[in-house]
């Protein structure tokens, strides 16, 4: 990528990113396509500078905001007289017994093969990717606790952004990682389980 068009991208990144988290705090079911077009601005950042999970990630991320769209139109018609609440459902046993070893097990995995292709910060783009896949399938189903993946997931992505030189989406995951806070504050106050 030109370096005339490296900062755009950072800013378009930033902009829609923005867009992206404030639709998810609200709850609001727009924020799926917001989603899609935010993928494939990072995936244009990501490429060339061969951080392969967080590239493989916005792959997975633009397929669940599909899902999204689906799970959330169904939510949408459980809300009808409920005062617009967000809906919220409880994490049950087996889905967190199959998150944690998708995140043990898809962490082992990731890791041998990024560092195979010589991903330039392996261990935390591997945990970035396995945290990203689990928080946006609780993410898709309403968990409240996808918040707290994000929170670290976005922690880990402003480390991983600065080691391989990535102002634009450093900041970026500054600003999400204090905005799943307010997120999960939000969704806490304002959500009901079903």
Not at 65 to 75: C, L, P, T, Y
Not at 95 to 120: E, K, Q
Request: charged share 10%; glycine share 6%; proline share 5%.
């Amino acid at each position: 990528m030109t370096m005339d068009l490296k900062p755009i991208l950072d800013i378009a990144a930033l902009v829609v990113g923005t867009l992206f988290l404030v639709l998810q705090i609200l709850h609001h079911k727009w924020m799926w396509p917001v989603d899609i077009v935010s993928c494939i601005i990072l995936l244009v950042i990501y490429i060339p500078d061969r951080v392969w999970g967080l590239s493989i990630l916005q792959f997975y991320y633009m397929v669940m905001a599909v899902v999204g769209i689906f799970s959330w139109n169904r939510d949408e018609e459980l809300n009808a007289g409920r005062d617009k609440k967000i809906i919220m459902h409880r994490l049950t046993a087996p889905v967190a017994l199959c998150s944690l070893a998708i995140l043990i097990v898809g962490f082992a995995v990731t890791y041998l093969i990024l560092s195979h292709f010589n991903d330039p910060a392996p261990v935390p783009d591997a945990l970035v990717l396995v945290l990203g896949i689990v928080a946006t399938w609780w993410l898709t189903r309403s968990y409240p606790g996808q918040w707290i993946l994000w929170i670290i997931a976005d922690g880990i992505s402003v480390y991983l952004s600065l080691e391989v030189g990535l102002r634009g989406p450093a900041l970026l995951y500054v600003f999400y990682t204090v905005s799943s806070i307010a997120g999960y504050i939000n969704w806490r106050k304002n959500g009901v389980f079903v």
